[in-house]
């Protein structure tokens, strides 16, 4: 059974840090690259950050660049993210994205395979 499970969102305060993991099985994780997805309510969802499946090609979106940072082991399974400086416009439900056929650059949710049920993070202003 394939399952994705987010942690480590929360309500914080704007400049605050967090960090997110995503622990991955019922696949072959390192076969696939790995992606960070958010959403807000009325709006699109983004693929903001990816990570190649062997960790060594990364994307950020110009919104998280510089403050976000995106990793992986592969041999924990475990996606990470490490937000610091955020603000309330990163408020949003944070999904862990399996990807596949990634060439690098913008995440493709078209080219994603399985999702995790998403973790929310609250930035106060």
């Known amino acids: 059974q394939v399952q994705l499970a987010e942690s480590g969102g929360g309500l914080v305060p704007s400049g605050w840090s967090l960090r997110l993991s995503c622990t991955a099985s019922?696949?072959?994780?390192?076969?696939?690259?790995m992606g960070w997805f958010r959403q807000v309510p009325g709006k699109d969802r983004e693929g903001f950050s990816c990570?190649?499946?062997?960790?060594?090609?990364?994307y950020y979106a110009d919104s998280v660049k510089a403050r976000l940072t995106i990793s992986r082991d592969n041999g924990k399974r475990t996606l990470y993210l490490q937000m610091n400086g955020l603000k309330p416009e990163d408020t949003a439900l944070y999904y862990c994205?399996?990807?596949?056929?990634?060439?690098?650059?913008?995440?493709?949710?078209?080219?994603?395979?399985?999702w995790g049920q998403g973790t929310q993070v609250t930035v106060s202003s």
């Open positions: 990570i190649s499946s062997q960790g060594s090609s990364t």
């Open positions: 994205v399996a990807i596949y056929a990634y060439g690098g650059g913008p995440c493709d949710a078209r080219k994603s395979r399985y």
């Open positions: 019922g696949f072959i994780f390192d076969s696939y690259a």
